[in-house]
């Protein structure tokens, strides 16, 4: 049972993060961001090339990858999404831009990096061992609490500081925070590049555990997608909850069920469409986003 | 029974006539015969297409035309080689199938709008491969494969549809098939569009409240479209399951869904045939650039990422534009 809640800790603790990008680029501009996963994989790779091939320390290695995601994402959003935004009839046209971007970086990851699945060294060797109930790799526990302190950091962000406001009043009401004088522009550049980041940072983190290849950037997509959905699209408590909530279900899941051979996310899967249809804006999402 | 005008008609005439003479001229001509399964894969894809197309006519985006085409893909299958039906039979019963299943999952999803609809249905193209992977009926991972070709019918002594097993050249039939369900499809999609339902779909598409505000009974609604929407999925995948002879969990996976959508999109939103064209340019484009290997993906998505950012609401919306500049 410890065991248990353990591995739910430390999968929760990780996909709140990548929820958490996901769901403040789609506050903020409501962009539903398909490339989200790849962007994940971007930050795994660039911290595997610095901290496994060049033996630059990880500490740095994992500050270039959030430095390459944070330029990644202001372009993206400065060259395509504020133009397609301004000149589409209909909202939703960003989603082809979005999957459009989530194919091509598939396809940048697959010439750069290749296809081969690749890990790093571990940072820290040795396992706690707690009375043989609770067993975790100790650059598990490091990875868990790095991934928690970027959580209380990023929320420290939001509520304290004077961009956290202007990205806080942006998602409410973009119109009004323009009329009080919030540069909406620059500060969706700001909001998109920070989301991106978070899914580069995460990347970096998990690297060092399981490794990273090409396929997975879109099913990290379809589970920041089922996070946000849990928790509600566009809310930063929301996305923490889901993503606590989605990790804790797949350590049960793997645990309990594990005889019955691979169901445990159809049961996710099931059991998120009952929750949906009886509460349509999840945990703490405002009705109809 | 389709108010066309004059021009509208000779448009018609010289489509139906470039796709049933002019294509197999010109693939007889150059001898590229595996040009006849790219087109009959577009004809099938933008069968499913169009059911996306029509439910962003009411208003959602739907992401799981893919779970749709899986299904119909399995259940013709499985009538086909476990109950021994004929595959004509099969096809209407994978369509309906398609079609229950959409009444029953949309009753509570439909209430769903917006990015949570879309996330929705994405979510649903992934339980529909992981149920065909779970469930005995559908052979798990390995799938179904070796399907029979479709026999032949007659009624009354009469031949109406040939053996396809006897024939010689099944890629032209297949060709010819696909087309007429497409054609079939999208004259029944632009009468619906231009009916009394087509009316009401507008009013949704535009504010549900207020549609329901003057009685218009968006429950119903929303609901029947979302099962022709779905039933054209069924039909596209049961016929694409039969062309391949073999149907796995991954032959419609979340990719195909985001596909059929971005056909949609590419083709625009407001025009019926924008899904056909969609469908044509990605599927086609994405075959015409195989030449260069391991750059295809990056050249796709390249050019992809080009048409949105410079035509964001659609290829044919270039016409909207020469409208507006006369």
Redesign the interface.
Known sequence: MEQILANGVYLGSQYAMIALGLTLI?ALM?V?N?AHGQMYVIGGFVTYTFYGQLGVPFVVALAMSCITLVILGALIEKL?FA??IK????E??T???A???A??L???I??VFGEKQRGVPKIIDGVFNYDFRLIMPYDRILICALAILSIIAFIALMQYTKTGRALRALAQDRVAAQLMGVNVDRYSTIGFALGAMLAGLVGGLLVTITGMNLGMG?PTS?KA??M??IGG?GVISGAIWGGIILGFMEAIGLAVLSQY???T??LI??S???F??IR???LMGKP?? | MFHLTRKQLIGVGIFLFAIFVGVPLIIGATGRWDFYFTLTSVALLSIASAGVWLTFYIGRINIGQGAFALIGAYVSAILVVKAGWSFWLSLPAAGLFAALVAVVIGIPILRLRGVYFAMITLVLTQVVTLTALALPITNGARGMSSIPLPSGVSLFGIPILPDFASMANTKLAFYYTACVLMIVTYAALYRLVNSRLGHLCRSMQQNEELASSVGVNIAYIRVVIFAISSFFGGIGGAMFGSIAQSVYPSSFQVVDSVNFMLNCFLGGLGYVFGPMLGTLVLYFGWDLLFEFQQYQLLIYSTLLIIIIRFLPNGLLSLRAYKGRDK
């Not at chain 1, 000149?87 to 209909?90: E, F, L, N, P, V």
Request: hydrophobic share 65%.
């Open positions: 789609f409501n539903l398909f395509l133009p397609v000149g589409s009839a209909r939703e046209s989603m082809l831009l999957a459009g971007i194919f091509f598939d396809a940048v697959l010439l879109g379809i997608f089922m946000v959905m699209a051979g691979d169901i996310y159809l899967f099931v998120l469409m009952i949906l249809a349509p804006q999840g109809w986003g």
